[in-house]
């Protein structure tokens, strides 16, 4: 059995990982008290990270400057079974090493290809993008979890380039049968929703759905059947069953656990 303390080696996913890093490090860095002020900040304030610590998730800093972790909260602990400071220590490459086999180089490209996205657009609407990934990663007791990676862009330099990005981790094991994985970019500020996955790593756009399909898709989550679906918003049975064919439609997922995880990750739920 291996030990999540000591990862082996992921030879795909390290060369995925190492063409990421220096995909960042293209970025025409300025060197300024903006940018280099975040690590100093978490280090001197405990606050901070406290409050970084509170939620039911895992969440980090990230320096895309160097590849290495500014802050990993103490779930790491407890979800994985390695203490945060395995992964401050590590950086991304410890990462890296706990990721399943199957799905290391495939979690890497699709970064990648996010990564493009935003080195393609201005710098100045860089911050308005939020992305995402899932992916298998493996506890100190061999199982896998399979974790579902949300990230903002935390802080840029004075020219606007990403410098730290802000991450949480979503336990989604137990919605999700797929082994595909599935990444996407989104911003409120212009409603772009784009999507690729593991068989194909080309962005595109996803549909939107409706203010109603939403309440559908919660009640889903929630549980509820169709026909009790109809009845707490006071539609037909047919009504809903429309919605239900829409919302596979725009999403193409059929499976609940698949449509719950969308609804994650486009917060939906």
């Known amino acids: 059995m291996k030990n999540a303390l000591h990862p082996s ?13 220096r995909l960042w ?28 610590d509170l939620g039911p998730y895992l969440c980090w800093v990230l320096d895309v400057r160097t590849g ?8 790491a602990e407890g979800w994985l079974g ?25 979690a890497w490209q699709l970064m990648q290809a996010i990564w493009q996205f935003l080195l393609d657009r201005p710098a100045g609407q860089r911050a308005a993008y939020a992305f995402s990934c899932d992916y298998r990663i493996r506890r100190a007791d061999g199982t896998y979890l399979r974790l579902l990676e949300q990230n903002r862009v935390l802080q840029t330099d004075r020219h606007g380039n990403v410098t730290h990005l802000l991450g ?17 970019v989104t911003s409120a500020a212009d409603g772009t929703c784009l999507v690729c996955t593991s068989d194909d790593q080309v962005l595109k756009p996803q549909a ?8 559908v898709v919660q009640l889903i989550a929630s549980g509820y059947s169709s026909k009790q679906i109809a009845d707490r918003l006071y539609l037909s049975l047919h009504t809903v069953n429309t919605h239900r064919r829409n919302i ?13 995880r969308f609804a994650v990750r486009n917060g939906i739920i």
């Open 9 to 21: 080696p992921q030879p795909g996913g390290a060369v995925a990982l190492g063409e990421l890093i």
């Open 25 to 52: 490090q293209s970025q025409p860095y300025v060197n300024g008290p903006g940018a280099d002020a975040l690590p100093e900040l978490l280090q001197t304030h405990r606050a901070v990270t406290e409050v970084l």
């Open 68 to 75: 290495g972790y500014c802050f990993m909260s103490s779930h």
């Open 82 to 106: 390695a203490s945060p400071r395995r992964f401050t220590e590590g950086g991304l490459a410890y990462t890296n090493g706990l990721l399943h086999p199957d799905d290391a180089r495939g």
């Open 168 to 184: 949480t981790g979503t336990d989604i094991t137990h919605w999700k049968e797929s082994a595909t994985l599935v990444a996407s």
């Open 208 to 215: 939107r759905i409706s203010k109603r399909e939403k309440e």
């Open 248 to 260: 596979i439609g725009k999403t193409h997922y059929r499976n609940p656990g698949d449509l719950i």
